[in-house]
Nanobody, 124 residues
């Protein structure tokens, strides 16, 4: 079983910064891709940024320059640095990790795990 826990959300004024963290723990062989997504009130969840196990990153174009994704493989943790926050960034931010785990028969397979989310509220 793999647990994914986000932290670092909170209330901030427009123009401020927050750093989200997401730690994976439990029984797994490795962590591959790690992602951040967000869901604003009344909207569908949208992808924000991705980082591979080798550190290759990608992010939604509209957030490049303000949001930066990074990871610490030794800690199985991914971060999302959010700068120059805007009210429209208000959302629940979710972390998703792809982990390689062992099955009952000893086979290995990749599975996707989500955290419970952390609320980010940006006031104008």
């Amino acid at each position: 079983q793999v647990q994914v826990v986000e932290s670092g959300g909170g209330f901030v004024q427009a123009g401020g910064s927050l750093r989200l963290s997401c730690a994976a723990s439990g029984s797994f062989l490795s962590i591959n891709t790690m992602r951040w997504s967000r869901q604003a009130p009344g909207k569908q969840r949208e992808w924000v940024a991705t980082i591979s196990s080798t550190g290759v990153t990608n992010a939604i174009d509209s957030l490049k320059g303000r949001f930066t994704i990074a990871r610490d493989n030794a800690k199985n943790t991914v971060y999302l640095q959010m700068n120059s926050l805007k009210p429209e960034d208000t959302a629940v931010y979710y972390c998703n990790v792809e982990a390689v785990v062992s099955g009952v028969s000893g086979t290995q397979y990749s599975a996707s795990y989500w955290g419970q989310g952390t609320q980010v509220t940006v006031s104008s």
